[in-house]
Structures are given as C-alpha cells and as structure tokens.
C-alpha cells in the first residue's frame, strides 16, 4: 500500500475550500436521500421488511460454509465456470487468465465495487488490457482518472459543467456544452461501439442464489446486459457474502435495495443468470480478500450484510460534506468506513473518526447493520493496537491524567478560564483545531465548584 | 491448500452458530386496482402503459405511432405483419440496428412496474437493451401486487436468463438529472391487454 497523500480530516479541509460546491454536494445528496424517504413512505411493512433481510444475512453469515458449497455445485451443473480468490491479487490474476485464454485484450466492465476495492483496473492496465467502464458514471470518472467517488453514483462530486468538459477532451463533445441530454447521448454512441466489439465483458454479483446456482446483477442503465449478451465470456465477481439460501428471498431483496439506493420502485433491469447461451462461457469468480478475517470479528461482522445501497452514505452528514474522494477507499461513507480497516487498519486509521456517530446510517440501513456502533467499536480496537493519530493519543492521555486527579482538574480549569480571559490568543489561533470555524466560549468568572463552595450554608 | 480450501476452511472457523431463518418473509400488499397501480409506476418511472382490447387495438396504436419506422422485428405472431426484421438470425450483433421490439411480457408486477421476460420471451438475451424502443404486450391477468407474489408464480431458472424490466434505461449520473435512454431502450410502452 502506498502512503496516503491525505487523511480524511485533511482531504476534507480542502474540499471544504470551495463552500458554494460544498453546500451543492451536501444538497443534491441530501435530495437523495429525500426520495429514499419517499420510496420507502410507500411499503407500510418497510420496517419488517428490513427486519426479515436482516435475519435473512445473519443466517447467511452463520451457514456460509455450506451456501457456498451448495452454491458452487449448482452452478457448475449449469455450466457456469467457478473460481476462488483469497485476495485481490489472485482475483485480478485469474481474471487476466480468463481475459488472455479468451484471445482477448480488451474488456468491458458495469459496476463492481468489489474490482474497485481490488483495482482490477489498475493491474489489467499494466498487463496490456484495455478497460473501459460503461457505467456512464463509472465512464467519466475513469476519463478523468479518477476513482468513483460514491458506491452508486459514482460521478456525484461532479457538476455537468465539469462532465462537459471531459467529454469535450475525450469524446470530441462541443466546448462549454453541459446539458446531460445531449451528454449522455454522446456517451450511449461511444459505448454502444465498446459494447458491440467486446468479447470480454465483467459485471459484479448483487445476490447469488445457492438454491439455483444463478446469480442476479441489478443495473439502471441496461448496461450489464448490453456488455455480456454480445460478448463471448461473461466474468462476474463476487465477495463470497453476496449469497443468499432461496429465491424467494430475493423478494425482500429487490424491495429494498433501489428504494433505499435512489427512491426508485426497482431498478430497471434485475437480470437473473443461470446458465451460459449455447457456445458461450460464464466465470464466476467467488472472492476472500479479507472478508473471511472479518467474519470472526464478532464486533464487525455484521459489516458483511451489506447489499452495497449507499443509503448511509447520501445521509451522513459527514459523507455529505467531505465527499466520497476524504476517503481514499474504494467504498467511502459510513460503511466503507467500519470495512475499510479490516483491509488495512494503519492506512485507514482515520476512516472510523470520520463521523459523528448521529446513528442516521444505521437507521437507513436496509440490512439493520449497526453502523454507527460499530464506528465507534473500531475507535477503540484502533487506539488499543496502536494506530491512534499522535496528537489525539497525546491529548487523551494527558486528559486522562488531568480528569483522574482532583487538583490537577481544579488547577486546569483555573488556567484554562484566565487563558480565555486575559490571553486568548492563546487559545484563539489556528494551532487550537477547536478554534478553526468555531469562536471559543465566552470563559465563567468561577467554576460551579467555586460557586458551590460560596454559597450560604443551610 | 487451493484457494477454494483455504477461503472455506477459513469461513468455517470464523462463521458464528447458526442462526436461523426468519419465519416472516412475505408481505401482502393490497391495491384496489392493480392494472392502475401498474401503470401509475410505470409512469413514474418512464414508460407508458396503454390499455387495449385486442392485438388490432395494439396494431393501430404501433401504426399510429411508429409510422414509417423502419428495422421493426417482434416475437408475437398476431403482430408479425408489422416487421420488417426477422429474428432468426445467429449472430446477436445484428440487431444493432433494430428500431423497435414488440415482445411479450411473461408477468407484471403492479408495486414497481418491473416486467418479467426470460428465454421463452427471448430469442436473444439482448433484445430488450439493443432495441432502440422497447414495447412489452403484458396480459392483465398476469398482474401480481409485489415481488413476493412475482417469485411466488415465477421458476427463476427454468430458462438459462430473465429480467425484470421497470421502464426504459436511464441514468442520472450527470447532476442527478435523469436522462431517458442510457444504453438500453430509450423508451418504452406497455400494452395492457385485457
């Protein structure tokens, strides 16, 4: 892992930079937010809804061993091909196997949060293999080479002005043009080319069936199903928790996921595949990376549920304003945040602090993760093993020391109130992070101790 | 070890006791219409439903509508005479050009619009996305309230593949303004057939 350039509180300072685009961001995610509320204002079960997807993934966490065996048989007995990956490193390997023994060196991809986590497209890059991503959200961050900024709308951070002018650079768009009309056409021209030369196309996995051996991707944009009807190998990727026991589980399912993604009754297209059109090859890639180490957490487990809706993301106040990039994660937000040290806890050390613990992410959570809970779970596992940021471990310390003894309190208090008073420069200046975009309190005469003491005794 | 092994042997110590499944997991939902319900979503996410009688009333709402509309292909033998593209071709690549699809719709769902189709309906998987405009002929009698009911009616894996669509493609990944015909159907009508 390469040492971050930025930490979430840093990255977030300079995002806070442009206050106007802030306010839009915090805006157009929060309007998200307010047609998930609507969507969701029309199922009077929602909450037992949520209730049932729940138990339905911890059941799954509990009997994974024998959903993946169960699932693998049948999918091999409808002709699907069946990988494992322990890490990235094998999944982006077998996946450039299957690419190569193709006689392919070009590949399209929809979304998959899981090659991001893997940067998939990093490595088949460098192995001479032409990516491109047909998610048009996915499309323009990947022109601009940038990774998506949001698990769902991957483009979010962008405004249309900014999507003009990438267009223009790399789809010879007019200069200044920003009506999406006009540039998502000029997307849909240039990836109908992609998708009718590919003979390789990549899709993630929303859920895999162990009762039939098939597995369900979930797209707005029809463009899963453009790329891997008209290619010759279908490669799906999927963490090994994506499984579910029945079908008819995914009633439940594909009731929650679109609403609590983006308001919307269902995705367009919820496409079901079983077996592989005559002469043509599906591989299924199950992958590990982490995940089975974070199964035996009892505190962060629950962690795995996730059916990857963004809903925590659109309403966390945080998320909302120092956007998807502070993250430096694949899945930024709230859940990227309890998953991301399990990857990597010095590298991502800061994600946990990234929140205020409200608990909104845990109340829109469609799979009842206890997100906020488990926030906080990871601050202190964290601090204990050591990856604490200096200052902060520093301050607690001292803070500790100061709060175990009485006089020591009384003293820091007395110091603390005649620094306000007579010195505030002391504490009003750009050293003190309390004091940035916050005016220090106006300092009491006494302390209630003082106060106390002072009064007439009955 | 394989890969494989080692990921198992490593889920199996580290999966918790089983819990069990819950009892719970369907829903009624009640609607006091459901053709109307229907088609209120599907409105709602992009698509039109038309309520007709009859393969003549859907004849001549396609001869209206798409007149002079060339690269026209279906899979209903009552509407046969309105294509002017055979789909009995090997290569799916083909369809490239095809304007518009008339297919038929296996089941419908009244809570999200979304429209069952599988290989029965299908004689390429691509079909419903390549098309340029999409039209499913869904019989009313096939209408379920939510998705409960549709899984309930429906064997997911009787055919290699199946979709539910709900409306046509679209996107709002540009400023969260939905755009209509992302790389699928840039539109689509649903024949309500009584």
């Known amino acids: 892992m390469n040492q971050l350039a930025l930490d979430h ?58 959903l993946l065996i169960d699932f693998e048989a049948r999918a091999i007995a409808n002709g699907i091909t069946v990988h494992w990956a322990t890490d990235a490193a094998e999944h982006n390997a077998l996946i450039h196997r299957i690419i190569t023994e193709a006689g392919a060196t070009q ?52 405004k249309k002005s900014d999507v003009g002018d990438t267009f223009h650079k790399h789809l010879g768009t007019e200069k200044g043009a920003t009506d999406p009309q006009y540039l998502t056409e000029a997307a849909r021209q240039h990836l109908r080319e992609t998708f009718l030369s590919r003979k390789v196309a990549l899709t993630g996995v929303n859920f895999a069936i162990a009762e039939t051996g098939g597995f369900v991707v979930c797209t707005n944009e029809g463009n899963a199903d453009m790329g891997v009807h008209l290619a010759d190998v279908h490669i799906a990727s999927m963490g090994f928790e994506k499984i579910i026991p029945r079908t008819e589980h995914l009633g439940v399912f594909l009731r929650l996921l679109a609403r609590s993604a983006t308001g919307q009754p269902i995705t367009t297209f919820s496409s079901h595949f079983h077996k592989p059109q005559p002469g043509k090859q599906i591989h299924l890639v199950i992958v590990d990376n982490g995940r089975s180490r974070q199964l035996g957490r009892p505190d962060f487990r ?69 997100i906020h809970e488990q926030l906080y779970k990871w601050r202190q596992v964290l601090m204990q093993e050591g990856y604490g940021p200096t200052a902060k471990t520093v301050a607690m310390r001292t803070m500790a020391t100061v709060l175990e003894s009485p006089r020591l309190y009384r003293l820091a208090g007395r110091v603390g109130r005649g620094t306000l008073r007579f010195a505030p420069v002391l504490a009003e200046n750009s050293l003190n992070p309390w004091y940035q975009q916050r005016e220090m309190p106006a300092p009491p005469a006494q302390s209630f101790r003082d106060w106390y003491i002072n009064q007439p005794k009955p | 070890m394989t890969a494989r092994e080692t990921i198992l042997a490593n889920i199996k110590a580290n999966q918790p006791d089983l819990q069990p499944l819950p009892t719970q997991i369907r829903f009624q939902t009640m609607y006091p219409d459901l053709a109307k319900q229907f088609a209120d979503t599907l409105a709602f996410v992009g698509g039109l439903a038309v309520f007709v009688d009859d393969y003549a009333a859907i004849d001549a709402y396609i001869q209206e509508h798409y007149a002079g509309v060339t690269g026209i292909a279906t899979t209903l033998p009552e509407l046969a005479h309105l294509a002017d593209f055979d789909l009995d071709i090997t290569d799916p690549h083909d369809l490239a050009h095809l304007n518009l699809a008339i297919i038929d719709g296996q089941l419908a769902v009244a809570e999200n619009a979304a429209i069952w189709v599988d290989e029965r309906q299908l004689p390429h998987r691509v079909l419903p996305m390549i098309t340029q405009y999409l039209a499913i002929v869904v019989r009313q009698s096939t209408l379920v309230a939510n998705m409960h009911d549709a899984y309930d009616r429906l064997t997911v894996n009787e055919t290699g593949f199946g979709t539910f669509i709900s409306g046509p493609s679209k996107t709002a990944d540009i400023e969260q303004s939905l755009v209509i015909g992302a790389h699928g159907a840039r539109g689509l009508t649903v024949f309500m057939l009584e």
């Open chain 1, 9 to 66: 509180p840093d990255a977030s300072t300079v995002f806070n930079k442009d206050e106007a685009r802030v306010d839009w961001h915090d805006e157009t995610l929060w309007f998200v937010r307010t047609k998930r509320d609507r969507a969701v204002q029309q199922i009077p079960e929602w909450e037992q809804l949520r209730e049932a997807a729940s138990q339905i993934k911890n059941h799954v966490l509990s009997n994974l061993h024998d």
């Open chain 1, 107 to 158: 590949l399209v991809k929809s979304k998959s949060m899981l090659t991001e986590e893997c940067h998939l497209n990093e490595y088949l890059t460098q192995n001479g293999i032409d990516v491109i991503d047909s998610d048009l959200g996915e499309r323009i961050v990947q022109m601009r080479g940038e990774p998506p900024s949001h698990i769902v709308l991957p483009a979010i951070h962008l």
């Open chain 1, 302 to 370: 629950n962690s795995l549920k996730c059916i990857r809706c963004a809903a925590c993301l659109n309403t966390c106040p945080v998320y909302r304003r120092s956007g998807g990039h502070s993250y430096h994660s694949a899945i930024a937000g709230p859940i990227g945040s309890i998953l991301a040290p399990n990857l990597d806890m010095r590298q991502n050390a800061d994600l946990p602090f990234a929140s205020t613990l409200c608990g909104s992410c845990s109340n829109v959570c469609p799979v009842k993760i206890d």
